[in-house]
């Protein structure tokens, strides 16, 4: 009996360590969007455009922003954070810099993250 309850014991505390140890995907959004908080003033209002990605990934966008507003209607904002696929980014970067400015960029190990304005 306390051999079982040694076991579970330390069973729990291997499981909780493994589960604290794991980023998720928000601790990635957070990183990859972290130089970009001191670029936007507070309540900024910007455009979210990311075609190849997830709701789940705005959402985590718009939460990491905070306070920060973040609105898919990208047409409607000068200013526009967009996520592309590191495939993508080279040629997207090119076209976007031809009628938008580049304030700030970054890439993880899956995306390239842009924030622009129009020029």
């Not at 789940?56 to 696929?85: F, M, S, W």
């Not at 304030?103 to 129009?118: E, G, M, S, V």
Request: net charge neutral; proline share 4%.
């Amino acid at each position: 009996m306390i051999c079982s309850l040694f076991a579970v014991t330390i069973a729990a505390g291997q499981f909780g360590l493994r589960i604290h140890a794991e980023s998720d995907d928000i601790d990635k959004i957070e990183a990859a969007l972290y130089g970009l908080r001191q670029v936007l003033p507070p309540g900024a209002r910007i455009g979210y455009n990311a075609p190849y990605t997830s709701n789940e990934t705005g959402y985590q966008v718009k939460y990491v922003l905070t306070p920060a507003y973040v609105c898919r209607a990208a047409n409607n904002y000068d200013t526009v954070i967009h996520i592309y696929p590191l495939a993508m980014a080279d040629s997207l970067t090119a076209a976007l810099s031809i009628a938008h400015k580049i304030i700030w960029q970054n890439k993880d190990n899956q995306n390239a993250f842009l924030l622009t304005c129009r020029k």
